[in-house]
């Protein structure tokens, strides 16, 4: 299949997103709102009947003083990504985005490589034995995702992370699903580990109160936010962030982002946000206080957003990002001990790519990234 690139509208992404079952929520055309700082273009695949076939969000940033920009497609672009005529789609991208002044590419292949089920990953903590998730045996593998990481590289792709030659990944190649589909929702609350349903019931008979909130919410969340921050040591986005990311998502559809808070005794102890696209919906931020902590606020927030997650149609629940550590001294460990505990599946994506269109430019910004 030849295929054609060219500059799309917001309405013809929009539209071909729609048209899937799912794609990153940073591929479709309002993130580019979310992330203002950046210059952004809509790209699209024609095939010979000029059908859009495929599409992207491209994020440029500009180097300091001259006009040459990193070109950014996170978690896409949106194509398929098993043909064996991979190089007939990212050719004509890399020619386009060469054409814009770009002097790197940096994208994020949507395939996951391997699973774990929370049985799995539960096992190896007790046995001791593996210290990261790649050391133990996955519960399911998708060979077609290695083929696609050997023609990358064979096109002159660079490997982030593991792979060396690259920035390093900016989006989690370990993320913690909740599969939905073909389940009812006592399945799902069984699949919970004790734990998990204790602190739910706790959370219920000591009249924790879920709400779904709205943008006049988002302060109430940002001071949880802030307050997680100083505790867990990050630096925090502003509200103006969060106000913008509610305005851009869902002006472009009115469930595109959700704000959840808990409440108990009139008093905010947890907040979250949740972005949907098609049938995937994510756990984006969340946000907590040490107060009143006993009376779990956190699993009840997470059972809420689940079953409305469910009720929407969804086929996976994603909590979003976690360290392949299985080393119990580890301060990345808790998070995914508490993940574990919704019964999942963790999941390895084929992580992000670099291709250098000036390998001058391209070094040097490697060398920044690893200095900062």
Request: charged share 25%; hydrophobic share 40%.
């Amino acid at each position: 299949m030849s295929l054609r690139l060219r500059t799309i509208s917001r309405e013809e992404h929009l539209a071909f997103i729609r048209s899937l079952p799912s794609a990153s929520h940073m591929q479709v055309p309002s993130w580019a709102d979310v992330k203002a700082e950046w210059r952004n273009e809509s790209i699209g695949w024609f095939d010979e009947r000029d059908q859009i076939v495929g599409a992207g969000l491209v994020l440029y940033r500009q180097l300091p003083k001259v006009k040459r920009y990193l070109a950014y497609l996170p978690e896409g672009p949106v194509i398929d990504w098993f043909d064996p005529n991979l190089e007939g789609w990212l050719r004509p991208m890399l020619d386009h985005l060469k054409s814009q002044g770009a002097f790197t590419v940096k994208m994020g292949p949507p395939v996951i490589i391997r699973r774990w089920q929370a049985e799995t990953i539960k096992g190896a903590i007790a046995g001791g034995q593996a210290k990261r998730l790649r050391d133990i045996e996955a519960d399911w593998y998708e060979p077609r995702a290695i083929d696609t990481a050997d023609r990358l590289r064979r096109m002159g792709w660079q490997q982030g992370e593991d792979g060396g030659a690259g920035f390093g990944d900016v989006q989690p190649r370990y993320v913690f699903q909740v599969p939905l589909a073909n389940r009812s929702l006592d399945d799902i609350l069984k699949g919970f580990n004790q734990l998990w349903r204790r602190n739910i019931k706790k959370a219920e008979k000591s009249g924790v109160e879920i709400v779904q909130g709205g943008y006049d919410d988002l302060p109430v969340f940002h001071q949880l936010y802030l307050e997680t921050a100083e505790r867990d040591q990050f630096i925090p986005r502003p509200l103006s962030y969060f106000q913008r990311q509610w305005r851009a998502l869902t002006a472009e559809d009115p469930n595109r982002m959700r704000l959840y808070l808990a409440y108990h005794e009139g008093d905010p102890l947890a907040g979250t946000t949740m972005i949907t696209v098609g049938q995937h919906v994510w756990y984006s931020y969340g946000a907590s206080t040490v107060h009143k902590r006993e009376v779990q606020p956190n699993n009840a927030i997470q059972w809420r957003m689940m079953r409305d997650a469910y009720a929407l149609g969804a086929t996976v629940y994603d909590l979003r990002g976690i360290s392949d550590t299985l080393d119990e001294t580890d301060h990345l460990f808790g998070l995914i001990r508490f993940k574990v505990g919704t019964g999942g599946q963790a999941a390895e994506y084929l992580g992000e790519w670099d291709f250098p269109l000036n390998k001058l430019l391209h070094k040097a910004l490697d060398m920044y990234m690893q200095r900062r």
